[in-house]
């Protein structure tokens, strides 16, 4: 059973080029409710921890270097059937491929430098939620 509530950060790429607003625009033009919002700067030792999934992978030490390298914008987000229709509206990894007027194709640089992550399912969804937010800084 689909939940109502995303994850979502806006990387260090889309911060430092000004697309942030943009994309927080694009989100709430989208039928999103903020949730949880905070404005932060990933620790080398956070970045491994939230992206340990893939420390056995060749990129993690460039993904961890790329995430630690300016503010990110982390934020929960509330709409029905929210984890599979946000993945549509960030569209693909690839910004090259991703569909016209996705928030990647419009903000997204490259498969690296991909402007904005989303919660790839329900149960990562609440597990990504928790790590950065507590039950306080939810409204």
């Known amino acids: 059973?689909?939940?109502?509530?995303?994850?979502?950060?806006?990387?260090?790429?889309?911060?430092a080029?000004?697309?942030?607003?943009?994309?927080?625009?694009?989100?709430?033009?989208?039928?999103?409710?903020?949730?949880?919002l905070k404005y932060t700067k990933l620790s080398t030792e956070l970045a491994g921890e939230?992206?340990?999934?893939?420390?056995?992978?060749?990129?993690?030490?460039?993904?961890?270097?790329?995430?630690?390298s300016g503010p990110i914008y982390a934020a929960?987000?509330?709409?029905?059937?929210a984890v599979e229709d946000f993945r549509k509206l960030i569209g693909a990894t690839d910004p090259q491929k991703a569909e016209p007027g996705t928030i990647r194709n419009l903000y997204a640089k490259s498969i690296d430098a991909n402007a904005i992550h989303g919660s790839d399912s329900d149960e990562n969804a609440a597990i990504e939620g928790n790590f950065f937010f507590s039950q306080f800084e939810r409204f």
């Open 1 to 15: 059973m689909a939940t109502n509530r995303t994850f979502t950060m806006i990387k260090p790429d889309a911060v």
């Open 17 to 36: 080029n000004g697309h942030a607003g943009k994309i927080i625009d694009h989100i709430t033009q989208a039928g999103y409710k903020i949730v949880a």
């Open 50 to 68: 939230f992206y340990g999934i893939h420390r056995e992978r060749p990129f993690f030490a460039d993904l961890v270097q790329f995430m630690t």
């Open 76 to 81: 929960i987000l509330e709409k029905d059937n």
